[in-house]
């Protein structure tokens, strides 16, 4: 009796499963076409004070991004990223340089941050069209365009008694991003990515034109990817 009894709970135990998983495969057909991510990591400033950069005696400072892509096609995705860079000054100019930039009311020093926001179209040297069909590692890159808020506290001196003024400034720059990911798991991956925000400016410092470039940011970061079930309409 109890074998006969066990049989229609055994068939309804199949049917629960079949239909679960075919809930899950129809689930999965659907792909996920937005991602979200979110990076930190080191970053420095190129500046005109920033130190010297052939002997790698600049200042290293945290950085941290958070970014939204929509997968356009299977090689192309359209992205939105912002995020908070610290900025500072370094090095140990000779005499003779800080002689020049108190001859031209320079700036020694320059400690703060920039906020930044951009949007770029980013391509996938892999194409895939469904986010369970993604290979486990992908290389990702791509340039757009972005505004950049800074915000500095800037002296003309070494001077420990000067006391700093505030400077602001708001730039265009060209953000040029690179990344190489790798598959976490079905809806997730792990990125490195590396980043250069070229400004079209020269003074975020307070110092013009002793280096041959602009003021320019740039940022290595680790980055974790999710992609986003999408909202379905009914």
Not at 187 to 214: H, R
């Amino acid at each position: 009796m109890q074998k006969l009894l066990s049989i229609p709970f055994f068939i309804l135990f199949l049917i629960f499963s079949e239909t679960v998983e075919a809930q899950n495969f129809y689930k999965e057909k659907i792909s996920r076409d937005n991602i979200l991510s979110i990076g930190m990591g080191p970053s420095f400033a190129y500046l005109d004070n920033g130190g010297a950069y052939r002997t790698f005696n600049f200042e290293i400072k945290p950085s941290f991004s958070a970014s939204i892509a929509k997968r356009l096609t299977p090689m192309i995705d359209l992205r939105a990223t912002t995020g908070i860079q610290w900025i500072s000054s370094g090095g140990n100019p000779s005499t003779k340089v800080r002689d020049y930039w108190y001859e031209n009311n320079a700036a020694f020093t320059a400690k703060g941050s920039a906020i930044y926001f951009d949007m770029m179209p980013s391509i996938n040297l892999i194409p895939f069209s469904n986010h369970m069909n993604r290979s486990f590692a992908n290389l990702y890159g791509g340039f757009g365009l972005g505004v950049m808020y800074t915000s500095t506290k800037q002296t003309k001196s070494f001077n420990e008694d000067e006391v700093p003024e505030k400077f602001n400034k708001t730039t265009a720059y060209i953000p040029v991003r690179a990344g190489l990911s790798f598959q976490l798991g079905a809806y997730s991956d792990i990125a490195a990515e590396g980043t250069m925000l070229l400004t079209f400016v020269d003074d975020i410092d307070g110092n013009v034109g002793f280096n041959k470039f602009g003021d320019h940011l740039f940022q290595a970061q680790i980055v974790y990817r999710r992609y986003l079930y999408p909202r379905i309409e009914k």
